[in-house]
């Protein structure tokens, strides 16, 4: 796959002189990796030759890299270190070039998009790529090529050799380019779409060109080299071999079999005369490298070396040309399969088409160094990243990025908008007319990591998204494109974009709706309505204490007549723009005159924006369509107000055309910009002060400071009331907060932070949005604990399982009769009951923990998590596998060995940035502290508070912990690759199976009595083997800890759930019922109810299974079906039902069984993929359940069944049942020992676990048949009974059997 598994160890070494390995090529030029002196000093000074393990990709082996050796992989051999040293230059070169490309790859990602959805089908797009990829660049490297540049699907190759041996090296490219069509030239895929290889080769005069700035260093080939093998690749048809005319005329032809193309100097090789190995070598030995490098021999793979010395000026030169996103991970020394993951980003594409007068190589240095540092210098303050520069014979194009890993800007499709239309400007201007640049901008989910060989990589952006972007730059050539995706994001008005009519692009089977962003234009400038309307028919919920103080500081502003300004700061998505809405509402109803206006991340950056916008809306400009109708207005609304010689001054402003004054033109420039000022002050005044009104200004926090300098004192001079929304992190919004905490200024300020919703809002406002009177517990639950009390988040959440079709909807009558169904006690089990109306609950088949984060959530939460260093990160993304809550042990479990002793002071830094939290008694050892803070501060000392981190002492390392928010746990999970993913799935099952049983008060066995032992051998081959760590009584009591956290985090969403839906449903009916308007059945509680079981235990201590089930069960069955492995997730499911049985939670059996239901239903019944013993336990647990819910004719159905399967059939009829009873009547007891006795050990304890759970069916059957009085039920009854007497005594001989058996081994 693209991160690879490579694993990174590392070398240590004393000396000064650094050998590195050198490989391919790399695409992108422009970041930089950190090493210092420290690490540099580790790395070996000359690399032992070990012998490779020929595999299938080159990303099995197991490759040790040091520091410096993983960041040369993302350099080519060409950049040697006397060019390391100087400064951007273009230098000529001789050589070869050979341009390979993956025909179809445009395609290939459709169509697995298409089968597996965005994020998988990225995944295995991207496995696929590399693999096939990789084994192209091992017959490269065996054959001495220098890998220049990557472009997704293709790679530039470069044999540099002096000219006298352009012949030798052109055969020996050849050779090397028809091995590797005849092994590699076609390769079926899984999605059925055939790939094949375009290559095409060139030997004519080049030069390297490097440019950048100061902190950032590309490089690109170019000259008629470069114009050739692009012209040999466009002629070459998929599984050709073009030579360019200039190599065929310097080639050794006699070689050869090739056939002309028609009209064309350019020829297709259609065979050779192999060179032999004493050639090879030569021609090898020949190829001009470094003077201090050689090659390395017996690895398979022929691996170029570099000797760098130890010199701090040249490391940092060497940084400049590595991608600033794989530098982070660099300077972490994270391993390079910890580099690449799936994220969201914008890609943007420019494109910039070289003028015909461009020809000299010179030309093309000035022409690359300055669009690069122009373009460096517009994006940096967006915080875009460019990952890759590419020169062909048609122009030049720059991929750039927003939103890897690192700091970020919130709405970064917003900054990637107003990036591409500041370089489309600026490169149009720069480089004669708007036809020259292109730029598109796309928006989705990509894969963000390593691509190429272990040896020679990239660090780069792979996906639909980039595909797309790719198209629409060739396809929408001379203005800024984006697709849809980039124009919801962005949140801009429809006026910023203009729809683009559709053009077929290559491969792309549904792009949507592209659009043009024309940016700021007058609409943009003038327009100030709010975007959020008032909804007429509901209210706004949950909001009701602000609405009070807007109307309490309304009347003291009337009765007063003081100026106010009432400002509410909120977090993104937590309803300002709505409340702001509400009040304007409120505000004209009461008769006011209410001014609102919306502003927008853009205004910041544009002076008297703000100030445009407000008076516009004031003075009544909107309607006028024509210049000359707000002229009018204008001098009807101003007269008297300022001078009319000054009616000039508002030209700018408001797109008018007063004529320019003498008193005007007179003014030097620092007057004219005095007079306007005081101008708009004159106006604002006007606006402000004048009739009685309310102002609303919604995100008030992007007021650009232009515009800030012109209120600010108007405000204070003036009597106005003024509502504004604002959101934390902003100057502006920590200016108000500052004045609302003055004693001299808080009276004029009100300050208000908005809380989170509370549950019985939240369910409120599902069941407004949907439309319905009520929601399943299952959903209120879910959102509650997702939302976070956040209506965007709710609103997102509801979004997206609407979309995925998660959702049912039907109408319930009162009094329904329920159906005697499994499906409908899951339908009655899971909905709240209530009055008559439209309910929403989950699909049957939908597992609501396994939903995936939708993106635009997804993008909130990383915004908090790349804040964070790398290795915090990573050590984050493994919890995350883990689960919500997780122990210290696991987590050690699953971490590389090179990271574990990092561990303890990663997870004391991400306590106290509030991403974690230690659970209460958790002891936390002592190593955990920060060594930097061993004596409390002063501070400490002080307030007498002891850290967590720093209370506890204790010698092992134990602990448990928990993320403070659950989406950023999810989001962190979701940036994992399929393979790594599963992968850890697999360690994480490992370590818990182990604790995989009842506790030692309940005797420590399976909750299903003997349940391995039923399972035949293949489908436990899916058991995941190794040993956890040691210590297993400190992980059971950690795991304790762990679960009886995740208990009280279910039970407690459980609980706010139905007390929201409870009050719904008062609201709804208006009475001072229950839930439905009666008192809660009991079967619809959630609490539980102890077991007999549980009884000898409910003393000082308690049985510890609860916890059990919940941090081993329940995440060995997602671990299992995270790894594809239905047979042992069903297992466990089994398990967790069993468990929440022995615990008397039937809500959560039926929850757990209904998932094995789901699951059971998706494996292909032929496949044998669930033992017929575990069809017996699953309709045996789901009769049990339904006993316990008062389902009893429906629990006889499902023992019956469970019966059958288990070969225990038991009579339908009475007179079956009197020929069945004395057919038990004849058992043989001896006979049953005898047979117990002979029977292997594996045998006897399969059977064992057959009888009791037949013994269990047969109890629970006579249990409901004693229930009905008639004679015929009781008939029945007394044949369970004794047919379970009899099951029990065959039991009993297996165990006595199994008992002699292991004390005859003991004597032995």
Request: aromatic content about 6%; charged content about 25%.
């Amino acid at each position: 796959m693209a991160t690879g598994c490579v694993a990174a160890g590392e070398r240590t070494s004393a000396s000064n002189e650094l050998c590195v390995r050198r490989q391919l090529v790399l695409g992108k030029g422009g970041s930089s990796c950190k090493f210092s002196n420290r690490s540099l000093k580790r790395l070996p000074s000359a690399l032992s030759s070990e012998k490779v393990l020929m595999m299938a990709s080159a990303w099995e082996r197991k490759y040790h890299h040091s520091d410096l050796e993983k960041a040369a992989a993302f350099l080519p051999g060409l950049l040697a270190e006397d060019s390391l040293q100087s400064n951007c230059y273009s230098q000529p070169i001789d050589g070869v070039l050979l341009f390979a490309d993956i025909s179809a790859f445009t395609t290939l990602t459709e169509k697995f998009i298409q089968r597996s959805g965005t994020e998988r089908g990225t995944d295995e797009l991207v496995q696929t790529l590399n693999c096939y990829l990789c084994d192209i660049l091992e017959e490269v490297l065996t054959f001495g090529g220098d890998i220049l540049k990557f472009a997704g699907d293709a790679v530039l190759v470069l044999w540099r050799t002096s000219h006298r041996e352009l012949a030798k090296t052109i055969s020996l490219v050849l050779q090397c380019s028809r091995q590797i069509q005849k092994k590699y030239g076609s390769r079926d895929t899984p999605v059925g779409q055939k790939v094949r290889l375009k290559i095409g080769i060139s030997a004519a005069p080049m030069s390297l060109v490097v440019f950048g700035d100061r902190d950032w260093r590309y490089f690109c080939i170019c000259g008629q080299a470069l114009h050739e093998v692009c012209e040999a690749h466009e002629l070459a048809n998929p599984g050709d071999v073009v030579l360019s005319a200039t190599s065929w005329e310097l080639c050794e032809q006699h070689r050869l079999r090739t056939k002309h193309l028609a009209g064309k100097r350019a020829v297709k090789v259609t065979g050779m005369d192999q060179m032999s190995r004493s050639e090879r070598q030569e021609a090898l030995r020949k190829l001009v490298r470094h003077p201090l490098s050689h090659r390395l021999e017996g690895e398979g793979a022929m691996r170029p070396t570099r000797v760098l010395s130890n010199r701090p000026k040249l490391v940092e030169m060497f940084r400049k040309y590595i991608p600033e996103a794989a530098l982070r991970k660099l300077d972490d020394r994270l391993p390079l399969d910890l580099f690449s993951e799936l994220r969201p980003v914008t890609s943007l594409f420019v494109h910039l088409q070289l003028s015909a007068d461009i020809i000299s190589t010179a030309e093309v240095f000035e022409f690359l160094h300055s669009a690069s540092r122009m373009l460096l210098e517009i994006l940096s303050p967006h915080k875009g990243e460019v990952n890759k520069v590419l020169l062909c014979d048609k122009g030049c194009t720059f991929l750039c990025v927003f939103g890897l890993i690192g700091e970020k800007l919130p709405y970064k499709s917003l900054h990637a908008l107003q990036s591409a239309v500041q370089i489309f400007n600026s490169f149009s201007t720069m480089f004669g007319g708007k036809k020259a640049v292109s730029v598109a901008v796309t928006s989705g989910m990509v894969f963000c990591g390593i691509t190429g060989h272990p040896l020679r990589n990239e660090y780069t952006v792979l996906g639909q998204k980039v595909n797309l972007a790719a198209r629409m730059m060739v396809r929408y050539p001379g203005l800024v494109s984006c697709d849809a995706a980039t124009y919801a994001a962005s949140r801009l008005p429809p006026y910023y974009f203009k729809e683009l009519p559709e053009r077929k692009m290559k491969g792309i089977i549904r792009p949507g709706t592209i659009y043009q962003y024309v940016g700021v234009t007058k609409a943009s400038i003038l327009d100030m309505s709010l975007t959020k309307e008032r909804s007429e028919y509901a209210p706004l919920l949950g909001r009701e204490k602000e609405i009070d103080l807007f109307v309490s500081c309304l009347k003291a502003y009337k009765d007063f007549g003081q100026s106010h300004i009432l400002a509410f700061e909120g977090t993104m998505g937590s309803g300002k723009s709505h409340l702001l809405a509400e009040l304007a509402s409120l505000g004209q109803a009461a008769g006011h005159r209410v001014v609102a206006m919306e502003l927008l991340e853009v205004n910041v950056r544009q002076s008297f924006s703000a100030l445009h916008k407000l008076m516009a809306k004031a003075l009544g400009l909107q309607d006028c369509e024509l210049r000359s109708d707000k002229e009018r207005v204008l001098q009807a609304k101003l007269e008297g107000i300022i001078e009319e010689s000054s009616y000039c001054l508002l030209n700018g402003i408001f797109f008018v055309e007063f004529p320019v004054s003498d008193k005007v033109r007179k003014m030097c420039e620092p007057q004219r910009l005095m007079e306007l000022h005081s101008t708009w002050a004159k106006v604002l005044e006007k606006v402000m002060g004048g009739e009685f009104g309310i102002f609303v200004i919604d995100n008030a926090h992007f007021i650009d400071p232009a515009s800030w300098s012109i209120m600010s004192p108007v405000l204070q001079n003036v009597s106005s009331f003024m509502v504004m929304s604002l959101a934390p992190g902003y100057v502006r919004t920590e200016a108000f907060c500052k004045a609302a905490g003055d004693s001299a200024m808080s009276q004029n300020i009100t300050y208000c932070h908005l809380d989170k919703l509370k549950s019985s809002a939240v369910v409120q406002k599902v069941c407004q949005d949907l439309g319905v009177v009520s929601i399943s517990r299952d959903l209120a639950r879910f959102l509650i604990q997702r939302s976070l009390g956040i209506p965007y988040y709710c609103e997102e959440l509801l979004r997206c399982l609407r979309r995925n079709d998660m959702l049912l909807f039907h109408t319930r009558r009162r009094g329904e009769k329920a159906e005697g169904s499994w499906e409908s006690l899951i339908a009655t089990s899971s909905s709240s009951a209530g009055s008559d109306g439209r309910v929403c609950t989950i699909r049957p088949d939908v597992n609501l923990e396994n939903t995936v984060l939708p993106v635009t959530l997804k993008e909130i939460a990383l915004s908090q998590l790349d804040q964070l260093k790398p290795l915090k990160q990573t050590v984050l993304k493994y919890a995350a596998v883990i689960g919500p809550v997780f122990t210290t042990q696991l987590l050690l479990h699953v971490l590389p060995a090179d990271m574990r002793h990092k561990v303890n002071c990663v997870l004391t830094m991400l306590v106290k940035d509030n991403i974690l939290k230690w659970l209460k008694n958790t002891e936390v050892p002592e190593d955990v502290q920060d060594p930097t803070k061993r004596p409390g501060t002063s501070v400490q000392a002080e307030s007498d508070v002891e850290t967590p981190a720093l209370r506890m002492t204790v010698v092992q390392q134990s602990g448990a912990l928990a993320f403070r928010v659950v989406l950023l746990q999810e989001a962190a999970y979701q940036l994992w690759p399929k393979r790594q993913r599963v992968a850890l799935h697999r360690t994480c099952a490992a370590f818990l199976e182990r604790h995989a049983h009842k506790c030692k008060s309940c005797g420590q066995g399976e909750f299903v009595a003997f349940h391995r032992f039923a399972v035949t051998s293949t489908q436990d081959g899916g058991r995941c083997q190794g040993s956890a760590d040691q210590g297993d009584s400190r992980s059971w009591e950690t795991l304790v800890l762990a679960g009886e956290q995740l208990k009280r985090d279910r039970t407690h969403a459980t609980e706010d759930a139905e007390d929201a839906l409870r009050r719904q449903q008062q609201a709804f009916m208006g009475e001072d019922f229950g839930v439905a308007g009666r008192p809660v059945a009991k079967s619809e509680q959630t609490t539980e109810v102890p077991s007999k079981a549980d009884g000898k235990d409910s003393g000082a201590c308690s049985c510890e299974c609860k916890a059990i089930v919940e941090s081993v069960l329940v995440p060995l069955a997602r671990h299992y079906m995270a790894m594809g492995d239905a047979a042992r997730a069903f297992y466990y499911l089994l398990e967790c039902a069993a468990a929440y049985l022995h615990v008397s939670n039937s809500d959560m059996a039926l929850v757990k069984l209904n998932e094995a239901e789901v699951l059971r239903n998706s494996v292909d019944k032929k496949a044998n993929v669930i033992a017929r013993f575990e069809e017996a336990t699953f309709f045996s647990l789901k009769g049990e359940v339904c006993y316990r819910m008062g389902r009893m004719e429906l629990a006889k159905k499902m023992i019956l069944e469970a019966l059958s399967l288990l070969k225990r059939k038991f009579p339908r009829t009475t007179v079956g049942a009197l020929v069945k009873s004395q057919v038990e009547k004849l058992q043989c007891a001896a006979y049953v020992a005898r047979r117990a006795a002979s029977l292997p050990q594996e045998a006897r304890r399969k059977r064992l676990a057959w009888l009791l759970q037949q013994s269990c069916c047969l109890s629970l059957l006579e249990q409901l048949f004693s229930l009905e009085g008639t004679s015929s039920r009781q008939t029945f009854s007394r044949l369970a009974a004794r047919m379970k007497a009899n099951t029990d005594r065959a039991a009993d001989s297996c165990r006595a059997a199994d008992a002699h058996r292991r004390g005859g081994d003991e004597l032995i």
